[in-house]
T-cell receptor, first 116, second 113 residues
Framework: NAGVTQTPKFQVLKTGQSMTLQCAQDMNHNSMYWYRQDPGMGLRLIYYSASEGTTDKGEVPNGYNVSRLNKREFSLRLESAAPSQTSVYFC???????????????FGNGTRLTVT | AQSVTQLDSQVPVFEEAPVELRCNYSSSVSVYLFWYVQYPNQGLQLLLKYLSGSTLVKGINGFEAEFNKSQTSFHLRKPSVHISDTAEYFCAVSPGGSYIPTFGRGTSLIVHP
C-alpha cells in the first residue's frame, strides 16, 4: 500500500504565484488533514475534512483553500503565495469519522515549499 | 481547548543510555494520547498510543510510555537508545469527541556514539 501520497515533493514559487498541493490516500480513511511544519512551531493545522464533501478551518487557514474532491483526495491551494508560507506541508488521513474518534493519523512525506 | 507541552526542545544522549522525553497536556475531558516519530526528510509515523486500559503502553522500536492521569503526563521512555533513534518526537492529544489532535512542538532526540 502506498498510504498517503503527496505531490510535489519540492516547489519554489515567487510571491504572488499560485499552486495546488495534491494529496491522496488509499486506506479508505474518512478524515483528511493539512498541516504545516515550521522550526520550533511543531505542526499547525491548516484545514481538515471529517468526511467527503465537508471541510473546516484549522488553526492557520488564512491564505489557503482546500477541496475534498472525493474520499481519496484532499488538495490544498495557495492562491497568492507569500514568503510567510514557506514551510513544509504535510497531508494526513485517519479512520476517524462517525462515532470513532481515537484513530491515529497517517502522514505523507511532505512538500517542501519555498516562496521567494 | 487542550494544549500539549513538550518540556524539552532537544535531548542529547549517548548511545545505550536510557532516555525520557516528557509530555504534559491540559484537558478537562478524557483524552487519547499518541507519540509520533519523524526521521529526517520524512513524515510522522505512529510510535505508540494510549486509548484506554493499562497505563503503560508499548510501541515500536522498544519505546514505551506511561499515562499518568493525576499529573496529566504521557512521558516516553526507552531503556537503551541507538544511533538510529535520532529523530524528532511529537506528543499529540485528542480529546474524546474530536477528530482533531493537538501536537506538541516536538523534541529532537540526538544520540551520540
Amino acid at each position: 500500500n502506498a498510504g498517503v501520497t503527496q505531490t510535489p515533493k519540492f516547489q519554489v514559487l515567487k510571491t504572488g504565484q499560485s499552486m495546488t498541493l495534491q494529496c491522496a490516500q488509499d486506506m479508505n480513511h474518512n478524515s483528511m488533514y493539512w498541516y504545516r511544519q515550521d522550526p520550533g512551531m511543531g505542526l499547525r493545522l491548516i484545514y481538515y475534512s471529517a468526511s467527503e464533501g465537508t471541510t473546516d478551518k484549522g488553526e492557520v487557514p488564512n491564505g489557503y483553500n482546500v477541496s475534498r474532491l472525493n474520499k481519496r483526495e484532499f488538495s490544498l491551494r495557495l492562491e497568492s503565495a507569500a514568503p510567510s508560507q514557506t514551510s513544509v506541508y504535510f497531508c494526513a488521513s485517519s479512520e476517524a469519522g462517525g462515532s470513532s474518534y481515537n484513530s491515529p493519523l497517517h502522514f505523507g512525506n511532505g512538500t517542501r515549499l519555498t516562496v521567494t | 481547548a487542550q494544549s500539549v507541552t513538550q518540556l524539552d526542545s532537544q535531548v542529547p544522549v549517548f548511545e545505550e543510555a536510557p532516555v525520557e522525553l516528557r509530555c504534559n497536556y491540559s484537558s478537562s475531558v478524557s483524552v487519547y494520547l499518541f507519540w509520533y516519530v519523524q526521521y529526517p526528510n520524512q513524515g510522522l509515523q505512529l510510535l505508540l498510543k494510549y486509548l484506554s486500559g493499562s497505563t503503560l503502553v508499548k510501541g515500536i522500536n522498544g519505546f514505551e510510555a506511561e499515562f499518568n492521569k493525576s499529573q496529566t503526563s504521557f512521558h516516553l521512555r526507552k531503556p537503551s537508545v541507538h544511533i538510529s533513534d535520532t529523530a524528532e518526537y511529537f506528543c499529540a492529544v485528542s480529546p474524546g469527541g474530536s477528530y482533531i489532535p493537538t501536537f506538541g512542538r516536538g523534541t529532537s532526540l540526538i544520540v551520540h556514539p
